[in-house]
């Protein structure tokens, strides 16, 4: 079975933060911060339908202008998940061109920006055919959970203290649908688009006796055959558990802040998060309001993760960092 959460760090450890998470199969992909995103072609980013930034250090958000040149000019709308002072971030950068020429332009691009506030998503819309402008400010309740919720998957946010609240997020896939491979030779059906669909009617929980259309079309004649979904889940489908990737960058180990992570991250498959400095270093680490190595260590061993990922390492240990990525393990594996 592949995973079809497919995820990897955009830059070297050293370089600037940031995950691109692609989804197997489909033209999609999440971000995860903006830094620095040289190492990511056009094509991969214009799969990104979600992005989600922990704050906007520029580190983290520099990779906005070359990601808004990108997406300019096309019919998409983009969501975009930042702290408290997000919207106005965004709507500073977006100040800082002239779009008196987009009516122009037959494709329009539109920004949803969503602020996560303690108790509350605070909602703006931002539409290139309106020249950015500030429109459809919206409140919602949050409850400290989800800020996504799709029926496949789900990306969840804690809010952490980096001496500015900077976001933690957990993107959960919500079970995994498998197609046995056995079961479509002895129902001699081949594989194709349809699987995708069957698998959405499963994520939305569709009725079992929902007709689906497979084709069974020889030489591309366009012939179909009826199955209910029930008999296709019979046949084809088991379903496992779903992955869980979670990613914590520029916080600090504080007693508000571990229990935070702790829950957000909980037995996640694979934890990325940040460790600029050494398990020494842990003055330097609270006055910069980072991690060490064992602090991301020790959180992913509390957190019971099956599998931990450091970065946002810092320059001074340019020459050490195979030291950084033992010191987290080691802890990790309780070594
Ligand atoms: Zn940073
Ligand atoms: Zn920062």
Redesign the pocket.
């Known amino acids: 079975m592949k995973p079809i959460l497919q995820p990897s760090l955009v830059n070297d450890p050293l370089g600037d933060p940031g995950l691109f998470v692609q989804f197997l199969y489909e033209k999609r992909a999440f971000l995860f911060d903006m830094g620095d995103q040289s190492p990511l072609t056009n094509a991969d980013l214009l799969k990104v339908t979600h992005v989600f930034v ?2 906007t ?1 520029i ?2 958000f520099i990779g906005f202008d070359r990601f808004l040149r990108l997406m300019f000019g096309r019919e998409k709308t983009i969501t975009l998940y930042g702290p408290e002072n997000f919207i106005a971030n965004v709507e500073g950068k977006l100040a800082g061109f002239t779009w008196n020429l987009v009516d122009r332009y037959d494709e329009s691009l539109t920004l949803d920006v969503v602020e996560v506030h303690r108790e509350r998503l605070h909602k703006a819309t931002f539409r290139a055919i309106e020249r950015f402008q500030r429109s459809d400010e919206r409140e919602e309740p949050w409850d400290g959970g989800l800020i996504l919720d799709e029926p496949a998957l789900s990306v969840s946010a804690t809010i952490l203290e ?1 001496r ?1 609240p ?1 976001l933690g997020f957990a993107l959960k896939e919500k079970f995994h649908v498998n197609i046995n491979k056995d079961g479509l030779t002895a129902m001699s059906l081949e594989p194709g688009e349809w699987l995708n669909r069957v698998k959405q009617n499963i994520y939305e929980g569709a009725a079992d006796d929902l007709v689906v259309q497979v084709p069974v079309g020889v030489n591309g004649t366009q012939e179909t055959r009826e199955y209910t979904l029930g008999t296709l889940k019979e046949k084809l489908v088991t379903v496992t558990p779903g992955q869980k990737i979670a990613y914590i ?2 916080t600090v180990y504080t007693p508000t802040n571990i229990p935070r992570i702790v829950n957000l991250v909980r037995e996640a498959d694979l934890l990325f998060c940040e460790s600029p400095f050494t398990a020494e270093e842990e003055d330097r680490a609270r006055d910069r ?2 991690l060490t190595t064992r602090q991301a260590g020790l959180l992913a061993k509390e957190a019971g993760v099956k599998q931990l990922k450091t970065f946002h390492y810092s320059k001074r240990h340019s020459h050490q960092t195979d030291r950084l990525v033992r010191e987290a393990q080691d802890t990790f594996q309780g070594k």
């Open positions: 922990s704050h250090h580190d983290h980096h500015v900077c960058t520029d309001c980072h």
